[in-house]
Nanobody
Framework: VQLQASGGGSVQAGGSLRLSCAAS????????MGWFRQAPGKEREFVAD????????YYANSVKGRFTISIDNAKNTVYLQMNSLKPEDTAVYYC???????????????WGQGTQVTVSS
């Protein structure tokens, strides 16, 4: 499975961005996809994930109510709609795919390249 992330950029606080992650290759081998982020000087943290079959989702408390993860199975693409962005959301965002839904970085075995999100106050 190869993952290609896009959609990052710069936005003012309160604004919105939508990230996309297109999966190619043996996508049937992935059960879940999600997003992690890493801010400068901080550890990588879980943001959200989604089960490919059924669409169950899970969010970090810090983004719950502001971010929405969704999937278009026909396009093998996962989206992260980010609303009401805050400066603390500034980070490099990584999409992931793996066999289980998990908040743990090590549970995922496929990683896309990061996409930068910058939120200014």
């Amino acid at each position: 499975v190869q993952l290609q992330a896009s959609g990052g950029g710069s936005v003012q606080a309160g604004g919105s961005l939508r990230l996309s992650c297109a999966a190619s290759g043996r996508t049937f081998s992935s059960y879940a996809m999600g997003w992690f982020r890493q801010a400068p000087g901080k550890e990588r943290e879980f943001v959200a994930d989604i089960r490919l079959s059924g669409g169950a989702t899970y969010y970090a408390n810090s983004v719950k109510g502001r971010f929405t993860i969704s999937i278009d199975n026909a396009k093998n693409t996962v989206y992260l709609q980010m609303n009401s962005l805050k400066p603390e959301d500034t980070a490099v965002y990584y999409c992931v795919a793996g066999a289980i839904m998990s908040t743990s970085y090590s549970s995922y075995n496929r990683w896309g390249q990061g996409t930068q999100v910058t939120v200014s106050s």
